[in-house]
C-alpha cells in the first residue's frame, strides 16, 4: 500500500500505544492522536481528522469500547479491533470488523491496514 493514512490510536496500556505509534511511523502513516478512553476517543471521532482507527476492545477499567465503534461507523471511518483476546464475541453489529490479535507486530498491522485501506 503506498497511501499515508492518519490513524487514531485508542489503547489503554502507554507501553503498547508507543509500540503502535512506532510501528505506524515505521510503515509511513500518520498518528492523527493516541486516547485511552472511550470520552477521549468520542471526542477524536466528533473531529473527524483521521483517517482510520485502531480500537482496543477492552480499555482500562473495563470500559468496552463498543460506543467508539459505534460512532466510527456513523462516521464512515474504517478501524481494526484490538484485542489480545477478548471472552465474549463482539456485538454483531461489529461481528465483522477486522481483528488486530495482540501481540502486535509490525506485519499485522501492516496487513490490517492495507485490509481497510480502500474504504479509508
Not at 510501528?23 to 483521521?50: P, Q, R
Not at 470500559?63 to 484490538?82: I, T
Request: no cysteine.
Amino acid at each position: 500500500m503506498n497511501q499515508t493514512l492518519r490513524i487514531l490510536v485508542v489503547e489503554d496500556e502507554p507501553l503498547i500505544a508507543m509500540v503502535l505509534e512506532d510501528y505506524l511511523e515505521s510503515l509511513g502513516h500518520e498518528v492523527a492522536g493516541a486516547v485511552d478512553s472511550v470520552e477521549g476517543a468520542l471526542a477524536m471521532v466528533a473531529g473527524g481528522d483521521f483517517d482510520a482507527a485502531i480500537l482496543d476492545v477492552h480499555l482500562r477499567g473495563g470500559e468496552a469500547s463498543w460506543p467508539v465503534a459505534d460512532a466510527l461507523v456513523a462516521a464512515s471511518k474504517p478501524f481494526l479491533l484490538a484485542t489480545g483476546g477478548h471472552v465474549e464475541p463482539p456485538p454483531g453489529r461489529h461481528a465483522q470488523a477486522p481483528v488486530l490479535i495482540k501481540p502486535f507486530t509490525m506485519d499485522g498491522v501492516r496487513l490490517g491496514l492495507d485490509g481497510i485501506a480502500a474504504t479509508a
